[in-house]
């Protein structure tokens, strides 16, 4: 029996599980700059976002400096920006957008995300179905 030769499968590349707007993309580097200038001894490896329970509706987005990248974060680069999502929320998160938003009285990340079923009234919490859960 002779013996049976196997080529790896190329791997399409996976969809990112998150993206930047333009604009959200410069501020965070202007972000990371400024931090990076006021604690040079402390180097950020990215932008942590993820999701928590707590609001009215009853999940919050969270955005946050990373020191470094935990073993099972989904590492994504979008716009020359590191980002890292926890492994928990990236289910909730499959294919949003986030975006900055600047208006007379305020300036803002905003979620544009398609597994958002609600939010409240305030603008700091929404209701996020796992992605494949609505079908």
Known sequence: MEPQIT?????????????LSDAAAERVKEIMA???LEEPE????????????????GSEYILEYAETADPLDEVI????????????????LIGAQIDYEVSRLS????????NETDACGCGESV?????GAAE
Request: net charge positive; proline share 11%.
């Open 127 to 131: 209701t996020i179905v796992p992605a």
């Open 42 to 57: 402390k180097p950020y490896a990215g932008l942590r976002v993820g999701v928590k329970n707590g609001g009215c509706a």
């Open 77 to 92: 680069e979008d716009h020359g920006v590191t980002i890292l999502i926890d492994p928990k929320a990236v289910l909730f």
């Open 107 to 114: 300036s803002k990340f905003v979620f544009r995300n398609p």
């Open 34 to 36: 400024r931090k990076a």
């Open 7 to 19: 080529t790896p499968r190329t791997r399409r590349p996976r969809p990112k599980v998150v993206t």
